[in-house]
């Protein structure tokens, strides 16, 4: 069995930057014309390529029907992200059992 280690030395990439890097310029996309195949709003679609708007389950959906890849791929791209930026986020919280029993 092969042991993994997750290390937090390479940070995670927004979505929307991987969307940029791997879908529109590697198949020579302007945004402009992804958005309108993709029928969003054009600055929404920058402002996502851009890393500044989340992954939502609309976006996924339409990014897996415009790419081919699933929407869970997008959405847990986001999740990844959100938890990796949060990694140092100070929580207030108590367990509720004793978590050495389960």
């Not at 979505?15 to 029928?39: D, N, Q, R």
């Not at 890849?69 to 949060?86: C, E, G, K, R």
């Amino acid at each position: 069995m092969i042991k993994l280690t997750r290390s937090i030395k390479l940070p995670a990439k927004h979505p929307g930057i991987i969307f940029k890097t791997c879908i529109l310029l590697a198949h020579k996309l302007s945004v402009t014309e992804a958005a309108k195949k993709m029928h969003i709003n054009r600055s929404h679609l920058i402002d996502f390529s851009m890393g500044k708007v989340s992954v939502k389950a609309p976006l996924a959906m339409k990014l897996e029907k415009a790419t081919g890849i699933s929407a869970v791929f997008w959405m847990n791209l986001q999740t990844t992200y959100d938890l990796f930026i949060n990694s140092d986020l100070d929580v207030d919280c108590e367990p509720l059992y004793d978590l050495k029993m389960a």
